[in-house]
């Protein structure tokens, strides 16, 4: 059984930073892909970010790139969201995922696990 459990998590003013981390359970952490979604209050869930089983190979949404950058650290079993320059649109509950496979995954289906999700709150 796989379990991720994000944290960071919080209140900021826009224009601020945060970093969120997941943790994950499971001997596959190094061998999958991972990713980072949100869903804002009354939206549907959105991609935010992916990374690669390696880290070699990043992506990001649109809304978020040159902001935010995803990371990784196999020997920790833990992924990361640097989030900057956050804005009152980035709110919303971020979950951190696992992807089925090793490549970067984009998709809600291309991941079997979840976290709980944390909570981002900016503040304008």
């Known amino acids: 059984q796989v379990q991720l459990v994000e944290s960071g998590g919080g209140l900021v003013q826009a224009g601020g930073s945060l970093r969120l981390s997941c943790a994950a359970s499971?001997?596959?952490?190094?061998?999958?892909?991972m990713g980072w979604f949100r869903q804002a209050p009354g939206k549907e869930r959105e991609f935010v970010a992916t990374?690669?089983?390696?880290?070699?190979?990043?992506d990001y949404a649109d809304a978020v790139k040159g902001r935010f950058t995803i990371s990784r650290d196999n020997a920790k079993n833990t992924v990361y969201l640097q989030m900057n320059s956050l804005k009152p649109e980035d709110t919303a509950v971020y979950y951190c995922?696992?992807?089925?496979?090793?490549?970067?995954?984009?998709?809600?289906?291309?991941?079997?696990?979840w976290g709980q999700g944390t909570q981002v709150t900016v503040s304008s």
């Open positions: 990374i690669s089983w390696g880290g070699g190979s990043t």
């Open positions: 499971g001997r596959t952490f190094s061998s999958t892909a």
């Open positions: 995922a696992r992807g089925r496979g090793y490549s970067a995954a984009y998709s809600g289906w291309e991941h079997d696990y």
